[in-house]
């Protein structure tokens, strides 16, 4: 790697103390899974009082290249599935991985392993359309990725009327980031996009430390707000970013403030690179009891993970694992 990226790398590092050969070898750590971050992330991290925390999410370590059992390349057996672009697990849900492309790379993120490849729009919407003539009792499309809103308005546009074509479908969800990576990216344009969508639209931010939610992000969704849309988010815990009820709190509150509802905090997929993210479900439970006892019950999401093979997210709850 070298120019910006690597300069880009080489301040952060210094920010967070790192000496040389930890800086080196998170530029091997980069040659797996690229940095990427967008120039909001750095303004969030200027005006944090806890830049470890954003710059953690972003900042290749050597700590990625530790090969730890248990830890794959595809922790939720999605592949080959997803290759299509259809991910159908869960009753009623279909799941469009529209793009594998984002402003931003997540250093914990389950499918980093299979980002960066091209999708075929027009393909991918040929293989929906045979999806919905078969028999189905699908009523919600999610739009997934990657991170869908990296796309054009045309293209986001031309979805949402191809599914206005389908009258079982109740409803369209969008999993994004791109209220935090980008907020300039919700534009008045595609404000009218969304609202003009025949089905009712629900957003899920992914969200992980309070300061995401800084004016900007916040002057986002309240743009998205005015097309009448249902704003959830969901959160990875992970470790030396958000393992704390303090810090949780304070995300959950503000996220209310930005007119989000919190809907999940994730276990972390266990995706090869990611293990030093990894918090212990009993140290999980602890900070949720924690939640419990200082916020309103609204404002704290439900603790879940994904198992392979579970036909839903699987609560995680004191004393083991129930039913799916
Ligand atoms: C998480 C997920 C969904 C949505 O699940 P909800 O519990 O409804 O939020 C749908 N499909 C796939 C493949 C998922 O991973
Ligand atoms: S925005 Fe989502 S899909 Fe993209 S790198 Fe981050 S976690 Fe992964």
Request: a neutral charge.
């Amino acid at each position: 790697m070298n120019g910006k990226p690597r300069q880009h790398m080489e301040a952060l590092s210094h920010r967070l103390g790192l000496a040389p050969d930890a800086m080196r070898s998170g530029l091997s750590a980069a040659a797996a899974f690229p940095f990427l971050a967008p120039p909001s992330w750095y303004r969030k991290i200027s005006a944090s009082d806890d830049p470890e925390g954003l710059i953690r999410q972003v900042l290749p370590l050597g700590e990625e290249l530790a090969d730890v059992p248990g830890f794959g390349a595809d922790p939720l057996a999605e592949e080959p599935a997803a290759r299509y672009g259809l991910v159908e697990k869960y009753h009623g849900r279909l799941l469009l991985m529209v793009t594998r492309r984002c402003a931003g790379h997540c250093r914990f993120c389950f499918r980093r392993h299979v980002l960066d490849t091209p999708v075929d729009q027009d393909e991918l919407q040929d293989a929906f359309r045979v999806r919905m003539a078969a028999d189905s009792d699908i009523t919600e499309v999610i739009l997934s990725g990657g991170d869908p809103l990296v796309l054009s308005d045309r293209v986001l546009s031309s979805w949402l009327e191809l599914f206005s074509a389908y009258r079982r479908l109740r409803r369209v969800r969008i999993h994004t980031r791109g209220p935090v990576f980008t907020p300039a990216r919700i534009t008045p344009k595609f404000t009218a996009v969304v609202a003009a969508s025949r089905h009712p639209v629900v957003i899920v931010l992914h969200v992980n430390h309070p300061d995401e939610l800084d004016a900007e992000t916040a002057a986002a969704l309240a743009r998205l707000r005015s097309a009448c849309v249902l704003l959830l988010s969901q959160t990875v815990l992970l470790a030396g970013i958000n393992d704390s009820a303090d810090t949780l709190a304070v995300l959950f509150e503000r996220a209310v403030e930005c007119g989000l509802a919190p809907y999940y905090l994730h276990q972390l997929d266990r995706v090869a690179g990611a293990a030093h993210f990894e918090v212990a479900k009993s140290r999980g439970l602890e900070i949720m009891r924690e939640l419990h006892r200082r916020l309103p019950g609204y404002m704290v999401p439900r603790y879940v993970e994904e198992v392979p093979g579970d036909t839903s997210k699987r609560p995680i709850v004191p004393g083991g694992t129930p039913c799916p």
